[in-house]
């Protein structure tokens, strides 16, 4: 199989799953092909194919229905994968934003109860938060980001 064959793949999968699609992780899936061609050397590159050639090899022979399976897939096949990306051309794990919003509200109630909501940390954690909205929407806009269950 090469690149183009696993976009095709990776269509049929995108029309014919059903309400368990999450579970394939088909949007990082498709901004690795996105950025496939600008990975760096030819050894990366085959293991990437390697890595999501299996995968939907996986995907053949078996249908997803639950979290648990997604999570070892997830594992197995696109860490890996994911941290060549990261690593050679910048990608990052996305945070879902209900994830996000939990993570931002424990601060603040930390930051309320620890520091007495003193306004030097708020205002400091606040700039922080807005920085990492930022910078996800950055790599989200570039494609650059993979994710568990997306």
């Known amino acids: 199989m090469d690149i183009t064959d696993l976009e095709k793949e990776l269509d ?7 309400t368990n699609k999450k579970y394939y992780h088909l949007n990082s899936i498709s901004n690795f092909f ?5 990975l760096q ?13 299996a995968c939907f090899k996986y995907y053949e022979e078996h249908s997803i229905n639950d979290i648990r ?13 994911g941290k060549i990306y990261q690593k050679q051309l910048g990608f990052f794990v996305f945070t879902k934003p209900l994830m996000m919003s939990l993570l931002i509200i424990s601060g ?3 930051s309320y109860f620890v520091f007495k ?3 030097i940390f708020f205002a400091t954690y606040s700039i922080l938060v807005l920085l990492f909205i ?4 950055v790599k989200f806009s570039q494609r650059k980001m993979y994710a568990f269950c997306w």
């Open 12 to 18: 049929r999968y995108r029309k014919n799953l059903g």
């Open 34 to 38: 996105f950025h496939f061609n600008s």
């Open 41 to 53: 050397d030819d050894e990366s590159k085959q293991f990437v194919m390697d890595s999501l050639t």
């Open 69 to 81: 399976e997604s999570m070892n897939i997830f594992q197995q096949y696109l860490i890996p994968v």
């Open 108 to 110: 603040y109630s930390i």
């Open 117 to 119: 909501n003193d306004p």
């Open 134 to 137: 930022g910078y996800s929407g």
